[in-house]
């Protein structure tokens, strides 16, 4: 099985954009040097380990879950835009973003999207230019996509010596002439699977999403949900957010589930939430 390439060049971990919400989610550094992680061939190399081991955010590889009745969108963009930004001086990595047609408009998620990186880089430059909003009506349109990527991906490894000489130029090769996707995005779950009529549906696509960040080395955003429990999921991190009666600016975020550690209620930090800024850290 093939695998995108990575070049140790390129960050393995992603930022938040917000240290606390960064250091929540983060691995131990001893998490790595105890278990197999994945790479194109099947391991990640030494460069890779020691970068994951020295920054904070959520690496690629893994699987995260957004849940709760609050900024689960605010926070998959700002995830996305932190994406774009810290690969805008390397190899113009891609966001796809797969989102409910019944639950949200594509111009609407793009303006925010270009809000949140104007925080960041005045005006956003071309970096706005780096995500692909694809409307999923259904089960079976998502399915196509994730078959369409898992296709790009596989022919993006198999050609990638030839583009690195610059004696491949295919139209048919997005991802070579744009540069690899390096994170995805499903938003939101519930409003395009219809669990009514195929109750393993979900956990077939969870289980699907997880293989994909683990062989194609990419970070995969589920959002979707209001439950608490994490019983039935598949997610390597599970974040649950919570908007704050006392404040109606400030979100609630608790780690449901970590692969690294033993989650505990201290596990939740405050934050403020605004669309301008996303999720920071208060005061």
Not at 78 to 91: D, F, P, T, Y
Not at 149 to 167: A, C, D, I, N, Y
Request: net charge negative.
């Amino acid at each position: 099985t093939t695998a995108a390439a990575a070049t140790t060049s390129t960050p393995s971990v992603i930022s938040t954009g917000c240290r606390a919400l960064d250091e929540l989610i983060s691995f131990p550094v001893e998490y790595f040097g105890h278990c197999q992680q994945w790479h194109h061939n099947g391991i990640l190399d030494e460069q890779q380990n020691e970068q994951q081991h020295s920054e904070l955010g959520i690496p690629r590889g893994y699987v995260l879950q957004l849940t709760g009745n609050t900024a689960k969108t605010q926070l998959a963009l700002q995830l996305a835009a932190q994406v774009v930004l810290q690969h805008s001086g390397s190899s113009e990595e891609r966001v796809r973003y797969c989102y409910s047609s019944a639950g949200h408009s594509g111009l609407a998620l793009a303006r925010r999207f270009v809000q949140l990186l104007g925080v960041s880089e005045r005006g956003g430059g071309d970096c706005g230019k780096r995500i692909d909003f694809e409307p999923i009506t259904t089960g079976i349109p998502l399915i196509k996509a994730l078959d369409a990527l898992e296709e790009e991906w596989s022919m993006s490894t198999q050609r990638q010596p030839s583009v690195e000489e610059g004696t491949d130029n295919d139209d048919s090769f997005p991802s070579m002439r744009h540069g690899p996707t390096v994170m995805l995005v499903v938003d939101s779950l519930p409003m395009i699977l219809l669990e009514r009529e195929d109750p393993d549906q979900m956990l077939r696509l969870e289980r699907r999403l997880k293989r994909i960040a683990r062989q194609y080395f990419v970070l995969v955003v589920m959002v979707g949900g209001a439950g608490v429990s994490t019983a039935t999921s598949n997610a390597d991190v599970h974040l649950h957010l919570q908007k704050e009666t006392s404040n109606y600016s400030k979100t609630s975020v608790r780690l449901l589930r970590h692969p690294a550690r033993l989650v505990t209620s201290k596990d939740c930090i405050s934050l403020l939430h605004t669309t301008n800024f996303g999720m920071t850290t208060e005061g």
